[in-house]
C-alpha cells in the first residue's frame, strides 16, 4: 500500500520561494522514482522535476535553475524547493510514484499513486 500527502502550498509574491513536502507511507518510497507535477487551470498536468533512487535528477526548461528537487528516504519524504517564483508557477503541485528507465521517467497512473495536491499561488 501507499499514501503521499503533499504540504507546504500557499501564497507567495513573485521573486518568492517555497518548499513543497511529499510524504510518503509503505514501503515503495525508497525504491522509486518520484517526480513532482502541477496542474495550472484549463492546463494540462505537466512533468515539473524527478529524482531517481540513485539521487539523479531531472527538470521541466521551465523551472530549470529555480526549483531543486530531493528526497529523504529515512523519511519517506520528497521536497521541491522553489524559488524566484513567477505567476506562471501558479497551479496545484502533486507528487507521483513512479519508475525510472533509460533515461525516461514513467509516472505510475492510478490514483493511489498521487497525492491530493497542494496549490501555490504566485500573486502580489
Known amino acids: 500500500q501507499v499514501h503521499l500527502e503533499e504540504s507546504g502550498g500557499g501564497l507567495v509574491q513573485p521573486g518568492g520561494s517555497l518548499r513543497l513536502s511529499c510524504a510518503a507511507s509503505?514501503?515503495?518510497?525508497?525504491?522509486?522514482?518520484m517526480s513532482w507535477y502541477r496542474q495550472a487551470p484549463e492546463n494540462q498536468r505537466e512533468l515539473v522535476a524527478y529524482?531517481?533512487?540513485?539521487?539523479?535528477?531531472n527538470y521541466a526548461d521551465s523551472v530549470k535553475g529555480r526549483f531543486t528537487i530531493s528526497r529523504d528516504n529515512a523519511k519517506n519524504t520528497m521536497y521541491l524547493r522553489m524559488s524566484s517564483l513567477k505567476h506562471e508557477d501558479t497551479a496545484v503541485y502533486y507528487c507521483?510514484?513512479?519508475?525510472?528507465?533509460?533515461?525516461?521517467?514513467?509516472?505510475?497512473?492510478?490514483?493511489?499513486?498521487w497525492g491530493q495536491g497542494t496549490q501555490v499561488t504566485v500573486s502580489s
Open positions: 507521483n510514484l513512479g519508475s525510472y528507465y533509460a533515461g525516461i521517467y514513467y509516472p505510475k497512473y492510478e490514483q493511489k499513486y
Open positions: 509503505g514501503s515503495m518510497f525508497s525504491i522509486s522514482a
Open positions: 529524482i531517481t533512487t540513485d539521487y539523479a535528477t
